[in-house]
């Protein structure tokens, strides 16, 4: 298949792929796949695909008319339907090439370039070494043309939908996405219970111990946990903001107005009875994230606490604990 008709990708290993060579494994571990998550986390996001209302944030609205059928299964099929042609680039990036000097009025040179020339009586570990020094010490306006490490590759992104960062680690991310599914399924449970049911930091051993045991001290194993796992939380918070829109993966503080209403006056209070915000009304989105999400919940604490083996035994104590141990009415899982 020829060059140009490969697709690129800014958050793909290897950035160019043709467009069958893209594996489901592959594409999963990714952060789009994540983006993807966090955005089914979206209640604006799917209040609208349930009721056809635009969100009243043209941001919003814009993100969403982009992710397509967002909710019409699973990633894969999403991924190659309307994943890849969001998030792969219009135009190819710039690439290090020979230029001809006898036709150099044909060609067009990069808006930023620099132009060296290289002996060829040289070892290509100094030309490597050189051309590094060279970058370093030319400047424009005082400022090197090369920002080096610091150079974020996202910013030159012509994708429909591009990375705001490529500096950012999947496991956080997985464990933001977590903790949030949690609350999410048990908004009442202690911040620290979820902490210890998902395992975010092993190292603090709470489950069976008495508070007391460690005094008054601000900085108990509890109080560790809780502060791991809320910062957990609001970044999952934050971060399903930023991606409504279109803007993954980022955690940063969404300013938004104390008038703001998603779905404008008209649709609020039908939106508001929809995410469990109006007393004595039914909690549709509730319900469906327990629909969706609760096997998978209980699975990921199955898994992290390896009890998965003891939960396949039809009477075993796992299996009997489990309910207590979720909601956080028990700390006792294993015997």
Same mark, same amino acid.
């Given at each position: 298949m020829?060059e140009?008709?490969?697709? *690129?990708?800014?958050?793909?290993?290897?950035y160019?792929?043709?467009?069958?060579?893209?594996?489901e494994d592959?594409?999963?571990?990714?952060?789009?796949?994540?983006?993807?998550?966090? /955005?089914?986390?979206?209640?604006?996001?799917?209040?609208?695909?349930?009721?056809?209302?635009?969100?009243?944030?043209?941001?919003?609205?814009e993100?969403?008319?982009?992710c397509?059928?967002?909710?019409?299964?699973?990633?894969?099929?999403?991924?190659?339907?309307?994943?890849k042609?969001?998030?792969?680039?219009?135009?190819?990036p710039?690439?290090?090439?020979l230029?001809?000097?006898? &036709? /150099?009025?044909?060609i067009?040179?990069?808006?930023? +370039?620099? =132009?060296?020339? =290289?002996?060829?009586t040289i070892r290509?570990a100094?030309?490597?070494?050189q051309?590094?020094?060279?970058?370093?010490a030319?400047?424009?306006?005082?400022?090197?043309?090369h @920002?080096?490490?610091?150079l974020?590759?996202?910013?030159?992104?012509?994708a429909?939908?591009?990375?705001?960062?490529k500096?950012f680690?999947?496991?956080?991310l997985? *464990?933001?996405?977590?903790v /949030? =599914?949690?609350?999410?399924l048990y908004?009442?449970?202690? =911040?620290w219970?979820?902490?210890?049911?998902?395992?975010?930091?092993?190292?603090?051993?709470v489950?069976?111990v008495?508070?007391?045991?460690?005094?008054? +001290?601000?900085?108990?194993?509890?109080?560790?946990l809780h502060?791991?796992?809320?910062?957990?939380?609001y970044?999952? @918070?934050?971060?399903?903001?930023?991606a409504?829109?279109?803007? *993954?993966?980022?955690?940063?503080?969404?300013?938004?107005?104390?008038?703001?209403?998603?779905?404008?006056?008209k649709?609020? &209070?039908?939106?508001?009875?929809?995410?469990? &915000?109006?007393?004595?009304?039914p909690?549709?989105?509730?319900?469906?994230?327990?629909?969706?999400?609760?096997?998978e919940?209980?699975?990921?604490?199955?898994?992290?606490?390896?009890?998965?083996?003891?939960?396949?035994?039809?009477? +075993?104590?796992?299996?009997q604990?489990?309910p207590?141990? /979720?909601?956080?009415?028990?700390d006792q899982?294993?015997?």
């Amino acid at each position: 298949m020829k060059e140009k008709n490969r697709l *690129f990708f800014k958050g793909l290993p290897g950035y160019s792929r043709r467009d069958d060579a893209i594996s489901e494994d592959e594409a999963r571990d990714t952060a789009y796949y994540w983006w993807w998550r966090f /955005m089914h986390l979206s209640p604006v996001f799917w209040y609208a695909k349930q009721t056809g209302h635009t969100p009243s944030d043209p941001l919003v609205a814009e993100t969403l008319e982009k992710c397509g059928d967002l909710f019409g299964g699973n990633f894969y099929k999403w991924w190659n339907v309307t994943g890849k042609p969001i998030f792969s680039e219009a135009k190819r990036p710039s690439q290090v090439r020979l230029i001809d000097l006898e &036709q /150099m009025d044909a060609i067009e040179l990069y808006e930023r +370039s620099v =132009i060296v020339e =290289i002996p060829l009586t040289i070892r290509k570990a100094t030309i490597v070494s050189q051309l590094k020094k060279l970058l370093a010490a030319v400047q424009d306006d005082g400022n090197p043309i090369h @920002e080096g490490r610091a150079l974020n590759v996202t910013a030159t992104s012509t994708a429909q939908l591009r990375l705001h960062t490529k500096r950012f680690n999947k496991r956080t991310l997985e *464990f933001e996405y977590w903790v /949030m =599914i949690y609350r999410l399924l048990y908004p009442k449970i202690e =911040i620290w219970r979820i902490g210890d049911r998902l395992r975010v930091a092993p190292s603090l051993k709470v489950r069976g111990v008495e508070r007391g045991v460690f005094g008054t +001290s601000g900085s108990t194993p509890f109080a560790q946990l809780h502060s791991v796992t809320g910062r957990y939380l609001y970044k999952a @918070e934050r971060t399903i903001l930023n991606a409504e829109r279109g803007s *993954f993966p980022n955690f940063s503080k969404v300013a938004l107005p104390d008038t703001y209403l998603p779905f404008g006056k008209k649709y609020d &209070q039908d939106f508001r009875a929809a995410i469990g &915000q109006v007393p004595n009304e039914p909690a549709v989105w509730v319900a469906w994230l327990h629909e969706q999400y609760a096997d998978e919940l209980t699975r990921r604490v199955l898994q992290v606490n390896r009890a998965e083996p003891e939960y396949r035994l039809p009477d +075993s104590l796992v299996r009997q604990r489990l309910p207590a141990f /979720m909601a956080g009415t028990s700390d006792q899982l294993k015997s």
